[in-house]
């Protein structure tokens, strides 16, 4: 029987060629193969080897102001292309991007994870409706983010006709070498992913790989007697791998996450108590959060995406004593619990369920979720929203867009200006101490991440929420319907703008239990909707 080899991380980078495509699964520094991502930035600075690489990956994989991830291999002739979902927490990878130092293709994080299944199943490419009307569609950007791959002379998306409707198809893109993260290997190279905090796309990874005839080498903690793995606790057959690497430093380079080394109640082996969670600060952050979360009714399905909704809205549920009433998703698959903030964003502390990655996209882009809450940069006087480049830096749109295309209700949180924005909040509303350097309301976006005009047509109900003033989308464009009290209409809101927003008739005054210290009955709130 075919069993894999038993490499150190030096030998296993032996593997890898100058001038092939490599992927690394993962989501921020989670499930990371630091092991071998180390010793590949190790061997380029030393010997310019492996080099020239076309680097593959569906999620952001790095930690804002932290070594690790994908930040090992953002050197300007270590990689030649990368094709990506989201660079948001690796300044250096925006750096070459910015630089034009690297060819940049930008995906929907969630296409990415399915294109999996497609390159596997040798099909045409993944075909899909999300990304068209955006800076994905060929027409608009193609997913190019520099002039340097707008120049390459190559396209990852193309536009393709079936029964007459317009689909996008998103490329295949042969794997040579697939880099994953396990808990265990048993002595046949069977892997398990126990202590891992998300189940991930790693098998469907690892059957596209295949189908290219690659190699994929697993880094794990420790190799265990063969049979004392469940069968079904098997994530990847041991005939699937060829390569096994043990962390010679697991308390370095194996964490469960950049936080912490092992917490079983990220990863369904124990509870953790319910107090363990903290309130929120009260700040504009918060505010925004929860008129956010006034917008929902019982029995929701909702998705929480990066930025403010991620540093906040789990807490809430939490605070407010709302996990009975909605359910809280996060699009690396988690279901319930609370999920963690910034650098640990896509973990649930006592999740109820965990799901792979690419099976979460399938209800996103299927089904719709009921509500997402997602950050914005910008929106514009059509409706459209920029939340994934801002001047230079381009972090990318990571499951933005493939969430905001589908959910029935999608509800952006954003502070009005930004750039040193300082607000205060009282039984009074709220008051800007110091107004922001830079409009976010704005006449064009820079980016088309989100399509207004398309999202109506498809029957969405969008809302652009801010700290002193809601908007929502209608035919004839972003409606300004409610304000904060305290807050002068034309100082405050109009000339903070670029563009004249519709009035709605009788704009309401925001409910000021939102600017309260400690609980304000938000589950009453959303009750009486029922």
Not at 383 to 393: I, R, S
Request: hydrophobic share 40%.
């Amino acid at each position: 029987m075919k069993r894999p080899d038993v490499l150190t991380a030096s030998q296993a980078v032996d593997l890898i060629k100058d001038d092939s495509t490599i992927c690394t699964i993962g989501m921020t520094l989670i499930s990371a193969s630091e092991s071998v991502l180390k010793e590949i930035e190790k061997r380029y600075l030393e010997e310019k080897h492996p080099g020239n690489l076309t680097y593959f990956h569906t999620c952001g994989q790095a930690s804002i102001g932290m070594p690790g991830g994908m930040t090992h291999l953002a050197h300007e002739g270590l990689l030649k292309r990368v094709i990506g979902g989201h660079w948001g927490q690796s300044a250096r990878m925006m750096d070459l991007i910015a630089g034009n130092k690297i060819e940049a293709f930008n995906l929907p994080q969630g296409q990415m994870a399915n294109m999996f299944h497609s390159m596997a199943l040798k099909e045409p490419g993944k075909l899909s409706k999300v990304g068209l009307g955006t800076y994905i569609d060929p027409r608009i950007e193609g997913g190019k983010m520099n002039q340097k791959t707008k120049e390459c002379g190559y396209d990852e998306v193309a536009i393709v006709t079936v029964d007459g409707e317009e689909y996008l198809q998103y490329k295949e893109v042969p794997i040579d070498t697939l880099l994953i993260r396990g808990t265990f290997a048993d002595e046949n190279g069977n892997i398990s992913t126990a202590h891992e905090a998300m189940v991930l796309e790693v098998l469907p990874a690892v059957m596209a790989t295949k189908r290219w005839g690659g190699k994929v080498i697993v880094q794990v903690k420790r190799i265990v007697k063969a049979g004392s793995l469940s069968p079904k606790e098997i994530v990847i057959p041991g005939v699937l791998v060829d390569a096994v690497v043990v962390c010679d430093n697991p308390m370095e380079d194996h964490r469960q996450t950049r936080s912490w080394f092992y917490d079983p109640s990220y990863s369904g082996q124990g509870l953790a108590p319910e107090l363990a969670s903290e309130p929120v600060p009260l700040t504009e952050r918060k505010v925004i959060g929860r008129r956010a979360m006034m917008e929902l009714v019982p029995d929701q399905i909702i998705n929480i995406g990066t930025g403010i909704p991620n540093d906040v809205i789990g807490s809430i549920i939490s605070e407010e004593e709302l996990s009975d009433t909605v359910m809280v998703t996060v699009e690396s698959g988690v279901y319930g619990g609370t999920p963690q903030k910034t650098i640990d964003f896509g973990i649930s502390m006592n999740a109820q369920a965990l799901i792979p990655h690419d099976r979460q996209f399938e209800l996103y882009n299927g089904a719709g979720i009921d509500y997402t809450f997602m950050g914005a940069g910008e929106m514009d006087q059509e409706g459209n929203v920029n939340a994934t480049k801002m001047g230079t830096k381009a972090p990318g749109a990571g499951g933005f867009i493939d969430i905001t295309a589908t959910a029935k209700n999608v509800i952006f949180c954003s502070t009005f200006t930004g750039g040193g924005l300082k607000t205060k909040f009282s039984s009074a509303g709220v008051e800007i101490e110091n107004e922001g350097k830079f409009k976010k309301l704005v006449n064009k976006v820079q980016q088309v991440s989100y399509n207004g005009k398309i999202a109506l047509a498809n029957g969405q109900n969008m809302l652009f929420v801010t700290e002193r003033a809601v908007f929502k989308m209608t035919e004839e464009g972003p409606m300004l319907i409610e304000i904060a009290k305290g807050i002068d209409l034309q100082k405050d809101v109009l000339d903070q703008m670029e563009f004249v927003p519709l009035m709605a008739e009788n704009i309401k005054i925001s409910d000021t239990a939102l600017y309260e210290e400690g609980k304000i009955n938000m589950l009453g709130h959303i009750l009486d909707k029922k």
